[in-house]
C-alpha cells in the first residue's frame, strides 16, 4: 500500500510517500510544493495543483493529513486552515481516504513521545526509511504523517482480522 503524507503550509506544503508492506515501510519520494508570491486564491491553487500532480504522479492508496494547531495569530491560523483545506481536498479529489493526526499523534507514532523535538522525529524518520533524503524538513514531517498513518492502518487490518 502506498500512503501519502501531507504536512499543510500555505509557503510550504510538504508531501511523502512511503510504501507499506506488512510491517516493512519503504521510502518512495518527497518534496515540498512552494505556493511563492501574490494573491491568496492563486497560491492556494499553485498548492492543489501541485498536490493534483504529486498523487497523479506516485498514485497513493491513502493519505494522512497534519492537524493544524490554533497560534496567537488569528490570521497566520486562518490562513494556515486554508492550506489545510487544499491539503484535504485534493487527496478527496483523487478519491483517497484520508486519515487526520495531530502533531503529538504523529510524533508519539514515530518517536514514542508526543513532545519530541523535531531533531529526534527527523532522526526517527531516517531509521525507519534507511537511505531517505529530505527535501525539506517539511517533507521530513510530511514522511512521519505518512509513517503515523501506515502503523494506524496496520493496527486496524490486525484488529479486524483478530475480530474476524
Avoid at 512552494?34 to 495543483?49: P, Q
Avoid at 484520508?98 to 519530541?116: D, F, Q, S, T, W
Wanted: net charge positive; charged share 20%; aromatic share 2%.
Amino acid at each position: 500500500m502506498r500512503v501519502l503524507g501531507i504536512d499543510p503550509g500555505l509557503q510550504n506544503m510538504g508531501w511523502g510517500v512511503i510504501e507499506t508492506d506488512g510491517a516493512r515501510l519503504r521510502h518512495v519520494a518527497n518534496g515540498i510544493v512552494h505556493s511563492g508570491k501574490g494573491d491568496l486564491g492563486v497560491r492556494l491553487l499553485r498548492l492543489c495543483e501541485g498536490l493534483r500532480a504529486v498523487i497523479a504522479a506516485h498514485r497513493p492508496d491513502a493519505a494522512a493529513v497534519e492537524q493544524t494547531f490554533v497560534n496567537k495569530d488569528a490570521v497566520g491560523t486562518l490562513k494556515l486552515g486554508q492550506a489545510r483545506g487544499i491539503a484535504l481536498l485534493a487527496p478527496a479529489e483523487a478519491g483517497l481516504e484520508i486519515g487526520e493526526y495531530a502533531p503529538n499523534a504523529v510524533k508519539k507514532a514515530v518517536v514514542g513521545v508526543g513532545h519530541a523535538a523535531k531533531d529526534q522525529v527527523q532522526h526517527m524518520v531516517r531509521h525507519q526509511l534507511p537511505g531517505v533524503d529530505f527535501a525539506g524538513a517539511d517533507a521530513a514531517d510530511a514522511l512521519a504523517i505518512a509513517i503515523c498513518h501506515a502503523h494506524h492502518l496496520q493496527s486496524r487490518a490486525l484488529r479486524i482480522k483478530v475480530s474476524a
